[in-house]
């Protein structure tokens, strides 16, 4: 979902106080109760906020969403990105690859390279990338994390620890407007923080949905990557820091 400049500045109030009603959110912005009622009605949908009798309060961070419905949303997008990921990639580069759906379609669009050495947990991409037999593919021990496709623990840390990468690949669960990386528990945070540290260049993949998600796990900021993934404009707050550091990639 690709939020508008004035949406985008919505949510931010909104982590500041809650939840605001229409008429005050429209003095504040200056616009039509009518155009501020249909941005609410557009955050309400993609469950960033819960309408109530003439206002709406922020939705506090809940569990993630499946994985099958994760897989959908905004495929198009995470297409995009994959291929403009896959296009960093060299043929016979040794590849960490995290857990998410974006990483995923980096799979897809990573099948026809050649002779890559991939090191990922997420199984979804596994079996992608096995399709082709020129691709050295491996996957850490431990416990599948059901329903997710997906293996998190000490063991699969290890594994990419294990490594000195040529690139890692990596999504998060949602970024804050201070730019910190945000996930839904400590396990996916330091999965990721395994990965990156392991990696030459660093790959951050994050469809504009990530802007609008903000679960509670802290686990590094967006500066620490060398490249930033995306199909829609950053949050104007969060433009506003981002200087020289890291690239941003819009697709």
């Given at each position: 979902m690709d939020l508008s400049d004035r949406q985008t500045r919505i949510v931010s109030l909104f982590r500041q106080r809650g939840e605001m009603s229409v008429d005050a959110l429209?003095?504040?912005?200056?616009?039509?109760?009518?155009?501020?009622?249909?941005d609410v009605n557009t955050l309400c949908d993609a469950n960033v906020l819960r309408r109530?009798?003439?206002?709406?309060?922020?939705?506090?961070?809940?569990?993630?969403?499946?994985?099958?419905?994760r897989r959908v949303r905004n495929l198009e997008g995470k297409i995009r990105i994959g291929l403009a990921a896959a296009e960093r990639i060299a043929d016979g580069a040794t590849v960490l690859l995290g857990i998410g759906t974006t990483p995923e379609q980096v799979a897809v669009a990573l099948v026809h390279h050649k002779r890559l050495t991939v090191i990922t947990n997420n199984l979804r991409a596994a079996l992608v990338l096995a399709a082709n037999p020129e691709h050295r593919v491996i996957v850490p021990g431990g416990e599948l994390r059901s329903p997710n496709p997906e293996i998190l623990g000490d063991e699969a840390d290890r594994l990419f620890r294990g490594y000195r990468a040529d690139v890692g690949v990596y999504s998060v669960g949602g970024i804050d407007d201070d730019g910190a990386l945000l996930d839904y528990d400590r396990q996916e945070a330091a999965s990721r923080d395994a990965l990156r540290e392991a990696s030459r260049y660093r790959i951050l993949v994050a469809d504009a949905y990530k802007f609008t998600r903000k679960p509670n796990v802290r686990g590094g900021q967006l500066d620490e990557q060398d490249l930033v993934i995306t199909d829609a404009p950053l949050p104007a707050p969060l433009r506003d820091r981002v200087l020289t550091s890291p690239e941003i990639q819009i697709v």
């Amino acid at each position: 979902m690709d939020l508008s400049d004035r949406q985008t500045r919505i949510v931010s109030l909104f982590r500041q106080r809650g939840e605001m009603s229409v008429d005050a959110l429209a003095e504040h912005f200056g616009v039509a109760t009518q155009t501020i009622r249909r941005d609410v009605n557009t955050l309400c949908d993609a469950n960033v906020l819960r309408r109530y009798h003439g206002g709406a309060r922020l939705l506090t961070p809940g569990p993630n969403q499946p994985y099958e419905v994760r897989r959908v949303r905004n495929l198009e997008g995470k297409i995009r990105i994959g291929l403009a990921a896959a296009e960093r990639i060299a043929d016979g580069a040794t590849v960490l690859l995290g857990i998410g759906t974006t990483p995923e379609q980096v799979a897809v669009a990573l099948v026809h390279h050649k002779r890559l050495t991939v090191i990922t947990n997420n199984l979804r991409a596994a079996l992608v990338l096995a399709a082709n037999p020129e691709h050295r593919v491996i996957v850490p021990g431990g416990e599948l994390r059901s329903p997710n496709p997906e293996i998190l623990g000490d063991e699969a840390d290890r594994l990419f620890r294990g490594y000195r990468a040529d690139v890692g690949v990596y999504s998060v669960g949602g970024i804050d407007d201070d730019g910190a990386l945000l996930d839904y528990d400590r396990q996916e945070a330091a999965s990721r923080d395994a990965l990156r540290e392991a990696s030459r260049y660093r790959i951050l993949v994050a469809d504009a949905y990530k802007f609008t998600r903000k679960p509670n796990v802290r686990g590094g900021q967006l500066d620490e990557q060398d490249l930033v993934i995306t199909d829609a404009p950053l949050p104007a707050p969060l433009r506003d820091r981002v200087l020289t550091s890291p690239e941003i990639q819009i697709v």
